[in-house]
């Protein structure tokens, strides 16, 4: 599959996916629907950021939704309350691997760690 993100396109595999974050950005007058999907594991591991204003982001999304365990309501998970971030581990390979990496990611950029729904 590929990933276009900002920087650029990645062709992934779904083996690859060990983890997916769903989120909102705050835009003031809407909010950005975002993903981070993890490729990878351990010292190897990537992030690679999306969001619904990107080309193809509804097609990945679709292809994502294969993967087992995958929350297909998501979008119902994040999008209420407006304005609110919502973090929620939507695809996890291995059980607290999402949640590590979403806290790591949180305390490094000096935000406190919130409730994360899983």
């Avoid at 950005?25 to 950005?32: G, M, Q, R, S």
């Avoid at 995958?70 to 994040?78: L, P």
């Avoid at 929620?88 to 729904?117: C, M």
Wanted: aromatic content about 6%; glycine content about 6%.
């Amino acid at each position: 599959m590929a990933i276009v993100t900002p920087k650029g396109t990645d062709i992934v595999s779904l083996d690859e996916v060990s983890a997916v974050i769903s989120y909102k950005i705050d835009e003031l007058t809407t909010d950005l629907i975002c993903c981070d999907i993890v490729i990878g594991s351990g010292e190897a591991e990537q992030i690679r950021t999306i969001h619904e204003e990107l080309p193809g982001f509804d097609n990945l999304m679709a292809r994502l939704e294969a993967l087992p365990g995958f929350n297909r309501k998501w979008r119902d998970a994040i999008i209420l309350p407006a304005f609110a971030e919502n973090r929620t581990i939507i695809y996890q390979r291995r059980a607290n691997a999402a949640r590590r990496i979403l806290e790591n990611t949180l305390r490094s950029s000096g935000h406190a760690l919130p409730h994360i729904t899983a």
